[in-house]
């Protein structure tokens, strides 16, 4: 097993691996090329470690500050707008998505007292020729490596409710459900226990 850092050459395989994994969110349902630019947009901003096995580019995993990714996001859109904008028009259910998605918009809950992590994992996913082989936990484990190296203490992510093996698996990783919405729970995982007191 290698994991590495992505480069512009896993960008087609990450692209890949998203349009089959995630078909019904927005990024998923855009055109596989325009996939592979709004990842290449995030390469200097975000943590974007691929898997590499046998057969190329096999799993990967994405996320960082959001205050990077979102920069990253506004350039894919601005770059990339009339493109964006043609795939809404088609699918008019997407346009409400495609908003939220693009400009890192989300419900706050008002009921919260803490404030969300400010480093997110966007994004995990396994080819599924190779779901079940261990590879995603190693991407968790790798990602988690590279957050601590810029000091995050926790970071957050968001599950779809219907995503039962989703959240099956991140429960298992050690994430606690910290809100929901409507239609997703929003987990946090601590990386440095607080000393007791």
């Known amino acids: 097993m290698s994991i590495r850092e992505a480069n512009v050459n896993d960008i087609a395989g990450i692209a890949r691996i998203h349009k089959g994994r995630f078909p019904r969110q927005f990024v998923g349902r855009l055109p596989r090329s325009l996939i592979a630019k709004f990842y290449a947009s995030q390469l200097a901003r975000s943590i974007l470690l691929v898997h590499v096995g046998k057969s190329g580019v096999d799993g990967f995993v994405h996320g960082g500050l959001s205050s990077l990714m979102a ?19 088609i699918r008019p259910p997407l346009c409400w998505s495609a908003v939220k998605s693009l400009t890192g918009w989300r419900f706050r809950n008002r009921q919260s007292r803490e404030a969300p992590p400010d480093c997110w994992l966007r994004c995990l996913a396994v080819d599924r020729a190779v779901e079940g082989t261990g590879i995603g936990a190693v991407l968790v484990e790798a990602f988690e490596y590279a957050i601590r190296v810029t000091h995050a203490r926790e970071y957050g992510l968001s599950v779809n409710k219907s995503n039962r093996r989703a959240i099956q698996f991140y429960e298992k990783m050690g994430f606690e459900v910290e809100r929901e919405t409507e239609k997703s729970f929003c987990y946090r995982k601590r990386l440095v226990r607080e000393a007791s007191k």
Not at 72 to 84: H, S, V
């Open 71 to 89: 920069a990253g996001r506004k350039e894919f859109f601005l770059t990339n707008m009339g493109r964006c904008f043609w795939s809404m028009a």
